[in-house]
């Protein structure tokens, strides 16, 4: 188990990525963009620049946040857009030796009032997903779905949904996605999903984990961000719960306090990013120590118990 995080929300720039990770003192950092270009999309010279400076700082990628399928691509736009963001990903990824990548399956299609249209699409989405994922697959990288604004995120029943027709894929799990994110299954307008119903009902397919924390007015769309654990995703408890059902894979901050990726109005200055970044990375560090300290108190006491009878 080790903590990364997205660290094009501390810096633009690979240095200060590689900084902000150093500060707090974790191996990885879960890779995204640079400058503001996804890594599978940076000319040749600017990937080797970035893999030589993590190469010099011993920093490691521990998953990639590719774009494929994600919430700004169409399921009605061209396959071979795909295919080819795909083949560079692997490529890249090879590289740097990395296990995971993170991918979508297409923006939900929505009418003109924000209703789900009730053709989804979805055995297109499926059967772009099964030729992404095997070609992934087929290169020993695991391919891991997030519960995003997406297809697959629409509820954890989409989640299930999906997963049963794609072979081989696994989830990414962030504690946060669900309260911003609307219950398709539920009427409109659509309430917020609930992260820890989320959460019981996918854990059998979560292998990575982003620690996030936010709600969405339903009303209005708007989206609020918090420190871990002080909104209303209980980060803590989904995190107890992950660690005593044996879960040892890597916790990965995607704040958004500072930076929304998808919310082009929502940014601070270089500093306050940057700083917003380590605070945050020390929070869920100190949460997780809270937990562990909790998880193992409440085994002592239920080993003394049984000891005791």
């Known amino acids: 188990m080790r903590l990364s995080g997205f660290a094009d929300e501390a810096a633009d ?13 974790w ?22 620049a970035v893999r030589r400076k993590l190469d010099e700082a011993e920093i490691r ?23 080819d963001t795909v083949e560079r990903a692997i490529r890249r990824m090879k590289v740097l030796g990395v296990p995971f990548v993170r991918v979508m399956s297409y923006a939900v299609l929505l009418d003109g009032e924000g209703r789900a249209l009730a053709d989804q699409k979805k055995e297109e989405r499926f059967r772009r997903l099964r030729e992404i994922c095997g070609r992934f697959l087929d ?20 989640s299930l949904e999906m997963l049963a027709a794609v072979p081989g894929l696994k989830l990414v799990f962030d ?18 999903q609930d992260a820890t119903e989320c959460y019981a009902r996918l854990r059998e397919y ?27 995703c209980d980060v803590a408890g989904i995190v107890k719960k992950l660690l005593r059902s044996g879960y040892d894979g890597d916790f990965s901050i995607e704040p958004h306090m500072a930076v929304v990726f998808h919310d082009a109005n929502v940014s601070s200055s270089e500093q306050a990013r940057f700083d917003n970044y380590l605070e945050y990375g020390r929070r869920f560090r100190k949460l ?21 009878r």
């Open 206 to 232: 979560i292998v990575h984990v982003h620690i996030k924390d936010g709600e969405r007015d339903p009303d209005t769309g708007k989206e609020r961000y918090f420190f871990p654990d002080e909104g209303k």
């Open 139 to 158: 290169a020993g990288i695991t391919p891991v779905h997030e519960n995003c604004l997406n297809f697959g995120g629409m509820s954890w029943e989409h």
């Open 175 to 192: 504690t946060g996605n669900p309260g911003i994110t609307p219950d398709f299954r539920k009427p409109f307008p659509y309430p917020n």
């Open 288 to 308: 997780l120590e809270g937990v562990r300290a909790m998880n193992a108190d409440e085994s002592g006491e239920k080993s003394g118990q049984e000891v005791s």
């Open 61 to 83: 990628i521990d998953c990639f946040g590719s774009t494929i399928a994600n919430w700004s691509k169409s399921v009605e736009e061209p396959f071979s857009g795909t295919l």
């Open 27 to 48: 191996p990885c950092i879960e890779a995204r963009s640079v400058d503001g270009v996804n890594i599978h999309d940076l000319p040749e010279s600017g990937f080797e």
């Open 13 to 25: 720039g690979i240095e200060g990525q590689i900084r902000a990770t150093r500060m707090l003192g």
